[in-house]
């Protein structure tokens, strides 16, 4: 292993994302010295950035002086490493600013928080903190869910309300009391997650163009890893480039469609929702701007985020054809059932706004949350306009189904991806028929494209391995305290980066009520999902260390 080749490319990794940092440290300067300060009452974050940004650059130095005299070309093997390395290195930073700042003064809140954003999860540890009326001191919060009412969660909140100094009045809590400087990086951190921070840096970084491609196999989410162009960081460039022009379309088509929103509140939305991340910047999510064209808007977005940006690249080619490929077609068709059979099963039921508005589902209705949760379930995204936690117990399985089964490979979406569950239905047809019919000679394939066996047989064990981490998460929560229910819950929003979840930590909640020890757990099966197990795994095999000679 080529450490020191490794060191200097984390140091030169280290100086670009420091340079990322001043995109934060701007709006922050912004609010605290140039806007009005009735539009900023939260805490500002300024100095936080500040001091981020020099923690680092001194580990980029550190770790550049380090690996001064490395000569050789990143191997297959130093790859893997920095891949996880990256990942790793770049949330203990990133979550430097919530810890300095104060907004979650638990180093491993903060921890969970930045994560949860890289890997586009959408999953926080942000809660208000509860107060005595009485002695106005700090209590600890008791929850329990209506769904297991032999279950009582006791913790203390994360965040401190903004209060009126003159009334007395709570003007902000949760995270709409969370500084905009801070707010803006939680959201930005999914958009640099949702291409993929490892594919930014081979675009940009002329020392990972020899090697590059083993790094961009390592991080790019599917069972076949297909380059746009032959060189890895032309392919890593036309990706970022075409994310950053659906990235400003949203921004545009939220603001001209609700002149009501923000522009700081588009910008957040879309970082949040083209990398499919859920991240918002109000309490009650997409909910709280109660607007039919923006929920429209964010379902549109939530499409293109989970379509394999390769499909546009070829559509900007005029490959017209390429829509008609059966991974596409297949990801439509489970997208549309989602919203049909969920629509149509909540319709004569209640309905429960986050704001706790009460009325019953029609038609109309029914399709407008309908089709919005479920496309936000199967897309990752983890958006929300409604709680679902309260609707009845099949279209709540139904959307834990969706959000299993996610986006399409080469996304910026989570799950499995429907190309792995696609592929796994013709190697179960394949198989059957070759019991009856063993002497016929079949080609596995996928339209016109054959599926080598290499590929059949690692979609395969990608299936056995996230069964056996989901089972053992799972165990792993319940030990710890948690209900089987919401550990079921939280393992599947955490292994496949949705961030929707329920019971315990449904709609109106947060992860907050985890313990420390499950919540380390969460954040490592977090990255396990986005890397698609197989990159992290590998760093465990004691043959990966072994020296070759």
């Known amino acids: 292993m080529n450490y020191k080749l490794i060191s200097k490319t984390l140091g030169t990794y280290l100086f670009y994302f420091s340079l990322i940092l001043f995109i934060p440290l701007g709006v922050s300067l912004y609010y605290q010295f140039l806007s009005s300060p009735a539009d900023h009452l939260q805490p500002h974050s300024s100095l936080a950035f500040l001091e981020t940004i020099v923690i680092s650059l001194l580990l980029s130095l550190l770790f550049f002086y380090l690996g001064k005299d490395a000569k050789k070309n990143i191997s297959r093997r130093e790859s893997i490493l920095l891949v996880g390395l990256i990942w790793i290195v770049t949330a203990i930073v990133g979550s430097l600013p919530f810890y300095f700042s104060k907004t979650l003064e638990n180093p491993i809140d903060a921890y969970f928080e930045t994560m949860s954003g890289l890997t586009t999860t959408g999953a926080t ?57 801070i707010l803006f990086w939680r959201s930005f951190i999914q958009w640099l997650g949702g291409m993929g921070i490892v594919v930014l840096f081979l ?94 808007v964010c379902m549109f977005f939530m499409l293109i985020g989970s379509t394999n940006f390769a499909l546009y690249f070829q559509l900007i080619k005029r490959k017209l054809y390429r829509i008609y490929e059966p991974d596409y077609l297949f990801f439509l068709l489970i997208t549309l059932s989602g919203v049909i059979i969920i629509s149509l099963t909540i319709v004569g039921h209640q309905r429960v706004l986050l704001d706790g508005a009460t009325e019953t589902y029609t038609l109309g209705t029914a399709l407008r949350d309908g089709a919005f949760q479920s496309m936000s379930a199967q897309t990752s995204t983890g958006f929300i306009t409604t709680n679902y936690d309260l609707w009845p117990f099949f279209p709540q399985l139904m959307l834990l189904i969706f959000m299993l089964v996610g986006g399409m490979a080469g996304s910026t979406a989570g799950g499995i991806k429907t190309s792995r569950i696609y592929i796994l239905v013709k190697i179960v047809i394949h198989k059957i028929k070759n019991i009856f019919r063993p002497h016929d000679i079949r080609q596995l394939k996928i339209g016109k494209q054959e599926i080598s066996s290499t590929t059949a047989t690692t979609v395969l064990v990608f299936f056995v391995i996230a069964i056996f981490f989901a089972v053992l998460g799972i165990l792993l929560l319940t030990l710890d305290g948690v209900d089987p229910e919401s550990s079921v819950a939280v393992i599947a929003s955490s292994q496949n980066n949705v961030g929707l979840c329920f019971r315990a930590a449904g709609p109106t909640q947060s992860f907050t009520f985890l313990s420390n020890t499950s919540k380390i757990i969460t954040t490592f099966w977090m990255l396990l999902g986005r890397l698609e197990f197989f990159a992290l795994l590998l760093l465990f095999v004691p043959s990966f260390w072994k020296v070759e000679r």
């Open 125 to 181: 540890c942000i809660h208000p903190k509860a107060y005595d009326p009485i002695t106005n001191k700090e209590i600890m919060i008791k929850e329990t869910n209506i769904h297991v009412t032999e279950k009582t969660y006791s913790f203390y909140g994360t965040i401190k309300p903004i209060i009126d100094k003159k009334t007395g009045k709570v003007l902000y809590s949760g995270v709409e009391a969370v500084g905009k400087g």
């Open 203 to 296: 675009a940009i970084l002329p020392t990972l163009t020899v090697g590059g491609k083993f790094l961009y196999q390592m991080e790019v989410p599917g069972p076949t890893k297909d380059t746009l162009v032959p060189r890895i960081k032309d392919t890593s460039s036309i990706l970022w480039k075409l994310y950053l022009f659906f990235t400003i379309l949203e921004i545009y088509l939220l603001v001209w469609t609700n002149p009501k929103i923000k522009l700081f509140d588009a910008f957040c939305i879309t970082f949040s929702n083209l990398s499919t991340g859920g991240f918002t910047v109000t309490n009650e999510s997409i909910g709280a701007y109660n607007n039919l064209n923006t929920e429209l």
